[in-house]
C-alpha cells in the first residue's frame, strides 16, 4: 500500500502558529473549526467514489463521518462489494469514562465477526477513540476499525508511543485530541494512523502509525 501523499498531509506545526497568532490560548477552538474542513479536503483526494460526509457529536467528540451505504440504498451510486462506509476523523477532548462499559463491549463484538477468524491474529478492532478517553461505538460504528495488534495494544515500539499518547489524555481529562484515517482503497481499514494530542497551547503532538501490516517477525504475539 502507497505510503499518504504530500497533498494529504496537514502541516499541523503552521497550523498551530496561525492559531496562536489568530488569538493566544485559543488553539482548541480553532483547530475544532479548521481541522473538519482540512481533513475533508484531503479526504477527497484519496476517495475516488462520491462522498456522504456527515458530522456526528457523541459525548465530547465530533465524527466526520463518510456513509456511503445510504448512497448505495437510495441508488445515487453503484453497490460496490469493495467500497465501504468509513470515518474521516474524529476529534474532541478526552472524557475518561467510569461507567460499566457493556453495552459498548456488546456492539464492538457484534461488529463484523470474530476478529481472529474473520482478520487474523494480528489485527484487532481498535477504536479511534478509546473508551477509556470517552469514546463511543456508535449505530454506525464510526468509532471501530480494523487495527493491529501490536499498535493496539502497545506491544511494538510504534504502540507504546501510540499508547503514551492515549494515556496522556486519560490522565489529563479535557485534553484536546483527535486521529485520522489514511486510506490507500476503497475500504474501511486504514493504511496508516494519524493521532493528535493537544498537551499546551504551543505543544501539539502528531504522530503518524502505519497500520498496514507487520513490519516485525514477532509482531502478532506479546513479546513478553
Known amino acids: 500500500m502507497r505510503e499518504p501523499s504530500a497533498e494529504e498531509m496537514i502541516d499541523y506545526s503552521s497550523l498551530l502558529a496561525r492559531a496562536n497568532a489568530a488569538q493566544a490560548g485559543a488553539a482548541q477552538v480553532y483547530l475544532s473549526e479548521e481541522l473538519p474542513y482540512l481533513w475533508r479536503d484531503a479526504y477527497l483526494l484519496m476517495t475516488p467514489h462520491p462522498t456522504n460526509i456527515s458530522r456526528i457529536r457523541l459525548g465530547t467528540f465530533e465524527y466526520l463521518y463518510d456513509d456511503l451505504d445510504s448512497l448505495e440504498a437510495l441508488g445515487e451510486v453503484p453497490t460496490s462489494a469493495t467500497s465501504?462506509?468509513?470515518?474521516?476523523?474524529?476529534?474532541?477532548?478526552?472524557?475518561?469514562?467510569?461507567?460499566?462499559?457493556?453495552?459498548?463491549?456488546?456492539?464492538?463484538?457484534?461488529?463484523?465477526?470474530?476478529?481472529?477468524?474473520?482478520f487474523g491474529s494480528t489485527w484487532d478492532k481498535g477504536h479511534y477513540i478509546g473508551h477509556e478517553l470517552g469514546g463511543r461505538v456508535a449505530g454506525m460504528e464510526a468509532n471501530v476499525f480494523i487495527q493491529r495488534r501490536a499498535l493496539n495494544r502497545g506491544w511494538s515500539a510504534e504502540g507504546k508511543i501510540y499508547r503514551a499518547m492515549e494515556r496522556?489524555?486519560?490522565?489529563?481529562?479535557?485534553?484536546?485530541?483527535?486521529?485520522?484515517?489514511?486510506?490507500?482503497?476503497?475500504?474501511?481499514?486504514?493504511?496508516?494512523?494519524?493521532?493528535?494530542?493537544?498537551r499546551g497551547p504551543e505543544d501539539l503532538w502528531v504522530r503518524r502509525f502505519d497500520n498496514r501490516g507487520l513490519t516485525n517477525r514477532d509482531e502478532s504475539r506479546h513479546p513478553y
Open 84 to 118: 465501504e462506509s468509513r470515518l474521516v476523523g474524529v476529534l474532541g477532548t478526552s472524557a475518561p469514562q467510569r461507567e460499566r462499559r457493556s453495552s459498548d463491549d456488546g456492539r464492538l463484538r457484534g461488529f463484523i465477526g470474530k476478529t481472529d477468524s474473520e
Open 168 to 198: 496522556f489524555c486519560r490522565t489529563h481529562p479535557g485534553t484536546f485530541c483527535f486521529a485520522r484515517p489514511f486510506y490507500a482503497d476503497d475500504a474501511a481499514k486504514p493504511s496508516f494512523l494519524e493521532f493528535g494530542v493537544l
